[in-house]
């Protein structure tokens, strides 16, 4: 062995050493301090939050500056502003609404909805989640409306089930071990978080190894959390990933990532492994296990006559949901359903992919992206020093002929489009309906794109489709994106996945209301947004517009709006 092969392994083997050393030290401390203290009151949960929304605010820009680099693309103004919207700004935000829901806990209240449940003429309760109260949003998202459909035996008198009682109480009953994620940095707080102010648990965050890089932002953000022994983050890899979840001190697991790497967990690395114990009901981790997993998330265009200007406005959204964050997402659209009668299809594949010549492509940072795209996209490309890779939309796909593009998450800038057979629109949505539910894979998010002579002549076909389709969320003529970014929704899979097959997650996050017995998020907004989108690539001004949003949800005030809304009206 060379000298300098024998030092790249004594280096290995150190880190390797530090951050076990790393794991010890930090579930010690947190198994200490539940011995010392199982009950952490309203108030001092309030006053824990009020401080790490100061400490998000303070964190904020070197949080966003350390994504940017960790992507590969330091200073560019684009790339910084999505990372402050979909790191500080998403996590502030949270931040706001969980001291808002615990204050009104605190004077014997229930969470401040925007407007009361009521059930619906399908005979489910229904409960408005958006626009919130108190930020603003019916300003700065104008035209968006979001409400969550409760399963059939729920009704409006009890749609929190017994959470009020069980946050209130505020015992702390174990610690949760949160297997954080590599693509989005709110994903991995937001988790913490949920579980720290509204679950009863410590937590103890292993970053992923593609973005620990958060960890000094983290520690900044969250010191009063980590202060009061509530939380501890540490790096590693798998193998302190495996350490950590199979620790007996570790009461409950949250993943989110693949459903690789769930079933790895849960059933062993060894397929044979996973199969004999699936076999015999003998998961691998004997401990509650909850998840956000992969996603094929499709779009439906429901056919019929567009303006220009919607059309263009619509083929930006699909855009815009392929492109943030270089597809890197478990909502990034993967699969366009359109009808193959529709005469405005080649129209609208043609705007989509104009937009998406315009937008500048950006280093494919995920581990193993190349290699995917190849895959999925059939294309035997070379790539540069950067990682480059072109957004494609495969267009005619067949799934007989690809069913990898339907049925495998490829996690990479790759989207089939496909086009159904059908006798009429309304026909085409119930097959699109069917074929999303049956033949893709996932159950987290999906969106529908919809004429509005569609929405007022053919209601019951519409809401035929919303009540049939099986995703946690589903949104109408909006991406999926928005959904997770307002955190007042609940965030998961459509409920009923188990542990065998757990499709694309068991349980949700987010849910500042303190929903109870949820089924899915619809949330619905116009065929054009206005003013223009601050995640749309190529917004002129979305770090000012992001920047103005986090200080809103620090310190809500009108006198806030002027600035903020002439960023989003000059983008």
């Excluded at 990933?241 to 059933?267: C, E, F, N, P, Y």
């Excluded at 690395?269 to 996603?295: C, F, I, M």
């Excluded at 480059?388 to 998450?409: A, C, G, H, K, Y």
């Excluded at 620090?554 to 002027?562: E, G, K, T, V």
Aim: proline share 6%.
């Amino acid at each position: 062995m060379s000298d300098q092969a024998r030092f790249q392994n004594d280096w290995k083997t150190d880190i390797a050493a530090n951050q076990e050393t790393a794991l010890e030290e930090a579930l010690s401390q947190l198994a200490e301090a539940h011995d010392r203290q199982s009950c952490i009151s309203l108030q001092d949960r309030i006053r824990l939050c009020e401080q790490c929304l100061a400490g998000v605010i303070h964190a904020a820009p070197e949080w966003a500056e350390s994504g940017a680099r960790g992507k590969g693309c330091p200073g560019e103004r684009g790339v910084l502003a999505e990372e402050m919207l979909g790191g500080p700004v998403v996590v502030a935000r949270q931040l706001w609404l969980t001291i808002q829901t615990l204050q009104a806990l605190n004077s014997e209240r229930s969470p401040m909805l925007p407007a009361r449940a009521a059930v619906n003429p399908e005979g489910v309760t229904e409960v408005p989640v958006f626009p919130t109260r108190g930020v603003f949003d019916s300003l700065t998202f104008m035209g968006l409306s979001g409400a969550v459909r409760m399963l059939p035996d729920i009704g409006p008198d009890n749609i929190h089930g017994n959470r009020l009682s069980s946050v209130r109480e505020g015992q702390y009953a174990g610690i949760t071990g949160v297997l954080g994620a590599g693509n989005v940095s709110s994903i991995p707080a937001t988790d913490s978080l949920n579980r720290i102010m509204f679950e009863g648990r410590r937590v103890l965050l292993k970053l992923n190894p593609v973005n620990d890089y958060l960890l000094g932002s983290f520690e900044t953000a969250f010191a009063p959390l980590i202060q009061a022994d509530l939380l501890r983050i540490i790096r590693g890899g798998g193998e302190i990933g495996h350490s950590l979840v199979h620790d007996q001190r570790i009461s409950d697991v949250h993943i989110t990532g693949s459903t690789a790497t769930h079933d790895a967990i849960v059933w062993g690395s060894d397929s044979a492994e996973q199969s004999e114990r699936r076999r015999n009901q003998n998961p691998l981790l004997q401990k509650p296990v909850t998840s956000e997993l992969g996603n094929v998330t499709p779009w439906i265009i429901v056919p019929g006559k567009y303006t220009g200007r919607q059309l263009k406005s619509q083929a930006a959204h699909v855009a815009a949901s392929i492109t943030n964050n270089v597809s890197f997402n478990c909502l990034a659209t993967k699969a366009i359903l359109t009808w193959n009668r529709w005469d405005q299809r080649d129209e609208f594949l043609s705007l989509l992919r104009a937009r998406l010549a315009e937008t500048p492509q950006r280093p494919a940072y995920y581990p193993g992206a190349a290699e995917r795209f190849r895959r999925y996209s059939g294309q035997e490309i070379e790539t540069d020093d950067r990682n480059l890779l072109p957004w494609t939309v495969l267009d005619s796909q067949s799934i007989d002929e690809r069913p990898e593009l339907f049925q495998e998450e490829s996690f990479v800038c790759v989207c089939a489009e496909t086009p159904l057979s059908a006798k009429s629109p309304e026909d085409f949505l119930a097959t699109a309906t069917a074929f999303v539910n049956d033949r893709m894979h996932g159950t987290l998010c999906c969106s529908l794109t919809l004429p509005n002579s569609f929405q007022r002549q053919q209601t019951r076909a519409f809401h035929a489709s919303l009540n049939q389709l099986r995703y946690g969320s589903i949104c109408v003529n909006q991406w999926s994106g928005l959904a997770y970014g307002f955190t007042s929704p609940p965030w998961g899979a459509y409920p009923g996945a188990t542990l065998e097959h757990v499709e694309s997650g068991i349980g949700s996050v987010h849910n500042t209301y303190l929903l109870d017995g949820l089924e899915k998020t619809i949330l619905a907004g116009p065929l054009i947004n206005f003013p223009k989108p601050v995640w749309f690539p190529g917004h002129r001004k979305a770090l000012e517009v992001a920047r103005g949003l986090l200080h809103l949800y620090d310190n809500p005030s009108a006198f806030r709006l002027p600035s903020l809304f002439w960023s989003a009206l000059t983008g």
